[in-house]
């Protein structure tokens, strides 16, 4: 901007002061993009005049060219910023065809001038008409100025004064920009006015009647999840988090409550033969008001385009602007084959089921969108998540070695097609993990992961776990707490976080932390089975049994629950009940040496437990996590015999 701008305006509640940069309401920030400032500033500077949007362009984006929208979203977003309802025409008034007008009565003070400038006023008299100006600029249905005409204008008054007068303005000047100080005092760290925003893009409701393509409304939510988590200024609920409110009409205020975010995306979605129609609007959470909404009615080859306008018009809204590389990850194509990619879409509704069922049909929907178009990246990472969960959740049609085999083989394709797949990465990762004791290869791929895709939650939990079986509690601690944040209803995270506490010997805080996980998914047994964990830890015995009784029915934590419930038992005094489940392990056709160790540790019977965990064959990463960690292995950490384990 130019020299003319270094100086202070005020007009009704607002203040602007050029030099810092900042819109203040009486003495609060008001936080708006730098080139939303750029566009107050020019319009002041010009107040009772139509400024051409030509000139506004040219003014705030000297040396870009841009499309006439951007200039339409930030007076918008000014609008919104000034309290500026709709009919109303208090500061910015549209002029159809030309430009932009400020009209509100403005008091100016020069910053760095000895001269003091006593005032600037402008009164305007403003014709109305009614018809909005539609499609101008969105949700903001202002009415149009057709005539303008400034009746009076007191011209800027300056004294030129001696030497006398000179000392009396300077103090009368000193006085007023002190009281000016006293009653708008300023803020610190003005640079951090525009803060990480958040978002979450609910399922788009299917308006389709017949249920064979319910894939898209949550296919849609997915794709652009995936797109706007490439913007790092945005922080991105992901799509297991948003997964249950699939079927809800539910109060996007509430959800957006719910899920700790400050906007949220909603929309519908319908398929007439071979067109798509979609009506979605982002929604702020804090007045439920529209920051943008639009309505597409598009053929279903053009789903691509459809999606890359909806996430940048979203990410403009949020008042982020993108840089180039931004842009171009939002216009990224996995493929150009419309039919793969709707395979890919149900294979991603059905992964994020995340049951048996569910897992095992999204293989074929990945295997299907392999089959026509085998250079689809995504499609390839698909299948490396699902492989990894169907080990994961033990399902017995898929052999473990043999699954994860397949699993490795889909992230590197996945990776050798497209290095930036995020997902793929964090699949890797946690296959070095735990099934081939990488550390070093499974950390590189984590922390590539992450830094492609920041707001991926799982690659942040997954790495959690694989720094805590390093013994590195303190940045295990850190990375599942940002995972919390970016998916904070997350069932497995939760719980994850609550291990993190209990390994840490923060018993308190962890069972106040997996009892808060309880009251969002009641039936979580690994949240049930840690619970009891702390509980016991506390010597609160019954109500360890209680909870581990919960979990004993649970597929991911059975056989530990039922051995932990034996070492409750043992520790609790009762050492029939104890005994009767060693049995039942001892009898078993497959002995789980930990399992064993640990009844026989509540026992009291050190040489049992060190014979059983001499006899387990491979640590793995789980059970190296356990003999580092487990509290309830403590009196034998000073050992030697139990020290050459590890």
């Known amino acids: 901007m130019n020299e003319q701008s270094k100086c202070l305006y005020q007009f009704g509640p607002f203040r602007v002061d050029s030099l810092k940069r900042v819109l203040l309401r009486e003495g609060e920030i008001i936080p708006i993009t730098s080139k939303s400032f750029d566009t107050l500033l020019a319009l002041i500077e010009h107040r009772g005049e139509v400024v051409t949007k030509d000139h506004l362009m040219k003014t705030v984006w000297p040396d870009t060219v841009v499309e006439e929208n951007n200039l339409t979203q930030q007076i918008a977003m000014l609008r919104r910023a000034l309290g500026e309802r709709a009919k109303e025409h208090r500061y910015i008034v549209t002029v159809p065809g030309r430009g932009y007008s400020f009209v509100a009565n403005v ?15 402008i009164r305007s008299r403003i014709t109305v008409d009614l018809e909005s100006d539609e499609g101008k600029e969105p949700l903001m249905p202002e009415q149009t100025m057709t005539s303008l005409t400034t009746s009076s204008t007191s011209a800027r008054k300056q004294w030129r004064l001696g030497p006398a007068q000179l000392v009396w303005s300077g103090v009368i000047a000193l006085a007023i920009i002190t009281g000016f100080w006293q009653f708008y005092p300023p803020k610190q760290n003005v640079g951090n006015v525009n803060q990480i925003r ?10 389709n009647n017949d249920g064979s393509n319910e894939y898209l409304g949550t296919g849609m939510a997915d794709a652009l999840i995936t797109k706007l988590s490439n913007i790092r200024q945005i922080k991105v609920r992901p799509t297991s988090a948003i997964m249950k409110y699939g079927t809800q009409l539910g109060e996007a205020q509430a959800v957006g409550r719910e899920l700790g975010v400050d906007s949220v995306l909603e929309g519908t979605v319908q398929r007439i033969n071979e067109r798509v129609r979609v009506t979605v609007q982002l929604v702020n959470v804090s007045d439920r008001n529209p920051l943008w909404a639009r309505n597409f009615d598009e053929n279903i080859t053009d789903i691509f385009g459809l999606q890359d306008t909806i996430s940048e018009q979203v990410a403009r809204a949020m008042l982020v602007e993108l840089n180039s590389e931004q842009q171009r990850h939002l216009r990224k194509r996995e493929t150009e084959n419309i039919e793969a990619y709707q395979e890919y879409l149900r294979g991603r509704f059905f992964w994020n089921q995340r049951d048996e069922q569910g897992l095992t049909k999204s293989l074929g929907h990945f295997q299907r969108a392999i ?11 698909g299948m490396a998540d699902a492989y990894t969960l169907l080990v994961f959740y033990h399902v017995q049609a898929f052999p473990a070695a043999e699954t994860i085999e397949k699993a490795k083989a889909s992230a590197i394709r996945a990776i050798a097609i497209d290095e930036s797949l995020a997902e793929a990465h964090a699949s890797l990762a946690l296959i070095k993990t735990k099934y081939e004791l990488d550390d070093r290869g499974a950390e590189t791929e984590f922390k590539r992961a992450i830094e492609l895709n920041p707001n991926y939650a799982t690659a942040h939990h997954w790495y959690s776990d694989y720094l805590g079986m390093s013994g590195r509690e303190a940045e295990a601690m850190r990375e599942i707490k940002i995972a919390q944040e970016l998916d904070p209803l997350s069932p497995v995270i939760n719980t994850t976080l609550g291990e993190r506490l209990y390994f840490a010997r923060q018993y308190d805080e962890a069972i106040v932390q997996l009892r808060k996980t309880l009251e969002v ?7 049930h089975f840690t619970l009891g964990l702390a509980l016991e830890q506390k010597g609160l015995f019954s109500e360890a049994v209680a909870e581990l009784q919960k979990a004993n029915g649970t597929t991911a934590v059975s056989r530990s629950a039922f051995s932990s419930l034996g070492h409750t038992y043992a520790v609790a005094g009762q050492a029939d009940k104890a005994r009767s489940i060693l049995r039942t392990l001892l009898a078993a056709k497959t002995k789980e040496p930990y399992q064993i160790a640990v009844i026989y540790q509540g026992l009291g019977d050190k040489e049992q437990v060190i014979g059983w965990l001499n006899k387990i064959e491979n640590k793995g990463s789980i059970l190296k996590t356990l003999l580092r960690q487990d509290p309830r292995l403590d009196s034998l950490r000073s050992e030697p015999r139990f020290r050459d384990l590890l």
């Open 107 to 121: 008091c100016e003070a020069d910053s760095g001038s000895t001269d003091l400038i006593v005032e600037q006023h």
């Open 198 to 207: 958040s978002i979450a893009v609910l399922p788009f409701r299917s308006l």
């Open 371 to 381: 089959v026509l178009d085998p250079n689809y990246g995504a499609a390839h990472a």
């Open 521 to 527: 998914a009641p039936a979580f047994g690994s949240a």
